[in-house]
């Protein structure tokens, strides 16, 4: 197969609110807000890295569909990190984990639904899972 010319830019993660989601995203997860136009979009840059996310509000008369897509973030501190966002009132739907194939895992929502998987690879991060 031949090499592609395509690079990831970022992830558009749509919502029914932009202040929530920003509040999840930068708030409580760190992310740098790098931009925001009005109450309806912002780019964020993870707090480690070059990745980005963008928040958009839905547009009038559609429905938000969260299912099919899961956003994962990648972190040594995820015991810490967990606690700090239980503290602050997050609510998990699994709380961190070691999953069969060795990494460790904790699941949320975000305040639209979005399925969101906090977790730690280790040295397995780039290993074929078994």
Not at 35 to 45: H, S, T
Not at 66 to 83: I, S
Request: aromatic residues 12%.
């Amino acid at each position: 197969m031949r090499s592609s010319p395509l690079a990831f830019n970022h992830a558009m993660v749509y919502v029914l609110e932009l202040s929530p989601a920003l509040h999840f995203y930068a708030d409580l997860l760190g992310f740098k807000v790098l931009e925001q136009a009005g109450p309806y979009y912002a780019r964020l840059r993870s707090p480690r890295g070059q990745s980005t996310i963008a928040l958009h509000l839905l547009e009038p008369g559609r429905t938000l569909d969260t299912g099919g897509v899961r956003l994962y973030f990648e972190t040594k501190a995820l015991d810490k990190l967990c606690k700090d966002l239980e503290a602050a009132g997050v609510q998990f739907s699994q709380r961190p984990k070691i999953m069969p194939w060795g990494w460790k895992h904790a699941y949320l929502n975000d305040p639209d639904g979005h399925e969101v998987s906090l977790y730690w690879g280790g040295k397995k991060r780039l290993q074929k899972k078994s």
